[in-house]
């Protein structure tokens, strides 16, 4: 990941920001007024793309996961056994993110109900724990998380 900061001519800070957008994933563009004022300053957080092999697709990330209906059942269960105020595991909190997303992909593609909004969550939640340094989607980073999870345990 690096910080990337560009002075530009306010007409051209669309522009600029579009073409980094596609060349790399980015973060939030952050926009301020040079000390002269007829110039703009954009600092943004970038990395490179990754490789498509790096981002497993649901159907690969999930091909050999348990049914959502047994995920549901661990979930509970694992809550039921929980002392209350326990600080729970990153197992959980990956296995919950994966399960929501993969309830939230049997909603109509591009919707925005309230499964895709929980499994963003969930999945942000994991990327905020983890800290990992890219800049990605969360719900991406979840699955990769997950394959790498399941093929390891």
């Not at 980094?20 to 990395?47: E, F, I, M, P």
Request: proline share 6%.
């Amino acid at each position: 990941m690096f910080e990337i900061r560009v002075i530009c001519d306010p007409d051209d800070t669309d522009r600029v920001t579009a073409a980094l957008t596609a060349a790399l994933t980015t973060g939030d563009v952050r926009r301020y007024s040079t000390r002269d004022g007829k110039r703009t300053r954009l600092c943004l957080t970038a990395d490179h793309r990754p490789a498509p092999q790096d981002w497993p697709t649901p159907e690969q990330a999930y091909a050999d996961a348990p049914s959502i209906n047994s995920e549901i059942g661990w979930t509970a269960h694992f809550l039921a056994d929980a002392e209350c105020y326990t600080e729970l595991d990153r197992e959980f909190y990956l296995r919950k993110a994966a399960l929501l997303d993969r309830i939230a992909l049997l909603d109509e593609p591009d919707a925005m109900g309230a499964a895709t909004e929980t499994a963003e969550a969930a999945a942000g939640f994991l990327f905020d724990t983890d800290q990992p340094g890219v800049i990605c989607d969360p719900r991406a980073y979840v699955r990769r998380q997950y394959l790498y999870w399941a093929r390891n345990n």
